[in-house]
């Protein structure tokens, strides 16, 4: 992380009612980050300070306490060692189930996905406890998943566009739904031949396999996810409330001009030839 | 072909001095000590370190073994290239044959425009013997070099020093797979000694291929991840090849980068040289038990199990002014700028040594590489000077963030996401660009949206984005100096748009 703001553990939400302050809290960038996932937290940071919020955010590396009162848990993507690693830390230290018992939002993307589901099979068959909070299992699956993604999602937020690259296929049982349904690429890739579901959702934790990073790719997505924290944030302080609600729009340059270059190309031909050449 | 009548190659080192060069690093090496101690030369003591000694001590034996048959054959021969040296006639008809087609066909490649013609001749070339490799190889004594970054510029600086000893087959063009390789090799086929720059992936088969009696290993970093290659992939796949070496091969290896000193230390005779690393995202889990690396300032080590940088007698100094060596400090006189660039003359250096190139002679010959490839090169369009760089992955976009911070030309940089580049640019959001916030800069390339995005996020100033970098050398004020920062592909457009061959 380039982020110089490191909040010493259980002060990442600060105790400021109603003042906007919103907790983020970054687990394990230097395990979980392979593919560009640090710039999910570097959007979300930038997009609460341009409202005005303000930003505590805490950066935990492996071996370090993960602070107990942070409103947003972003956990990003890795390789299998690495994905083995962080889920036997947070297990360990039972940080997120606590925070998701207590109402802050989980966001995680791609390993990350997996490691929160109930347990998930790395390279060699193994099969890894997750930490259960999402209602997922994940299993190897062949052909590896790679390339552009554009899914619709399911509460109504613009297209989700972004890039996959993963070499598991995951399973959402009853108590999780999907975030959105496949248009183009793979996403879950649960059931015999991908279920063309993407992501998932269980109360405020949210997961999803798309790269890119896909908060970068989809500020309204960001947004949203901001919104939950804030809600967080709001009940884990007893404030009146006030920091709850929609945020008001936030203009970002170039993001425009990138979506509707990614969307044209996931929806052209180039996407399966590509796919083709790059999949083993 | 060229003929080697009339050159006098003396001898690489007398056997005396050999032994006298071994027994010094056997000393330094110590015994087996509690901890790395005050002799160290270069760290302060932390666990681990004496296991390494451990693992050194244990093939002490079979090294010295192998040197004494080394030295002799040399002494014996004091040519001993000549002596194994194939002329062509001795190769199969269809060596032969194999190479007077790859020939034909990359000089068609080359009249139709269709670049430089190594790649597609040196298919052909081992479609029709797929043995050449092998065949070629055999009269020469060839060091390969491999990393993610800086192979290019210091295979050129190694062939650079070989060759103020005797002709050197080189793939100074980078094309770096098999046949890349064998176009090289069939082009200098009198050479005694090749240099060559190998792809990651492809290291294992072409270093067996060719026998190679050097392998100079740099650095493993994220690169291109779309094609499955993972870091810890790769480093298991050097390990699986390093297990396969008899000590007749010597692995010059980079001991601050613990993947790299994972897949070296299996192998029989490694010569460590501590040259660098300023991108830790992907060594942060112990390559041999998984645990988190400590990263203490003297290096890595591993708090669960013991695994940890091996102490070196060759390694660049903290400031990166200057290279120790076992015969003491030395200066680089680089015209390459970054420190990136003395780490790589430092494992360069080391690499030639062993094959009798003096200290004094290798960094003459360093100092003479300007550019490589294009790279660094000042290339002029529109009135404007432009400075090439190549940013081609997290860990070199960084290397270049320290390149072009004190330069007060207009920043410009490229992006595309072909295959040769990754389909999948999300890296750049691994570059500490914040550093750069408030800097003025111009966004090109096919993807310059995903560059635009990030770049704005980091707080720099995009001042025009544009499909083509040159349309910012157009519009740039007529004085203006540019830094160019473009990735792979970008580059090698840039590169033929911009520098005459």
Known sequence: MTAGELAQPSTAGGGDAGSGVVGIVHLYPTLMGTYGDGGNVLVLARRARARGLDVRLAVVGPGEPAPEDGDLYVLGGGEDASQVAAARELRASGVLARAVERGAAVFAVCAGLQVLGRDFEVSGGAVEPGLGLLDATTRRREPRAVGEVLAEPVNGLPL??????????????PAARALARVVAGVGNGGGASGDGLEGAIQGRV??????????????EFADWLLELALLAATERTGADGAGCGRLAPLDTPFVAELRAEREAYARSGKLSAESARTRR | MPVRAGVTIPTLLSPERRSVEFRARA??????????????????PWSGVFRFCEVIGAVDSPRSAARGRTSSALAAGARPWQARGVPDQTLPLRSRTAIAAGRAVAAASRALGRGRGQVIGGRVMLRVDPQLLARLA?????TAVSATNGKSTTTRMIAEALATRAPVAHNRTGANMAPGVATALAESRAAPFAAIEVDEAHLPAVAAATHASQLVLMNLTRDQLDRGSEVKMLADRWRRMAETLTPATEVVANADDPMVVWAAAAAPRVTWVGCGQWWTLDSALCPRCGAPLARPASGWACPACGFARPETLWFISHDADRIVTPAGPVTPRLVLPGRFNVGNAAIALAAVNARGISLDAALEAFSQVSDVDGRYVRASAH??????LLGKNPASWTEMMGVVSDSAALLVTVLNARGADGRDPSWIWDVGFEEWAGRPVWVAGERRFDLAVRLDTAGLDVVGVSADPLAALELAAPDQALDVVANYTAFQELRARLVSK
């Open chain 1, 160 to 173: 989700l566009t972004g890039y996959e690259n993963h070499g598991g296929g995951t399973e959402l049982g």
């Open chain 1, 206 to 219: 949210v997961a999803t396999y798309l790269h890119g990073p896909v908060l970068a790719r989809n500020p």
């Open chain 2, 27 to 44: 000393a330094a090496l110590g015994p087996v000590r509690e901890s790395g101690g005050a002799e160290a030369p270069h760290h302060g």
């Open chain 2, 138 to 142: 055999a009269g020469m004594e060839v």
């Open chain 2, 383 to 388: 009135g404007r000077e432009a400075r090439l």
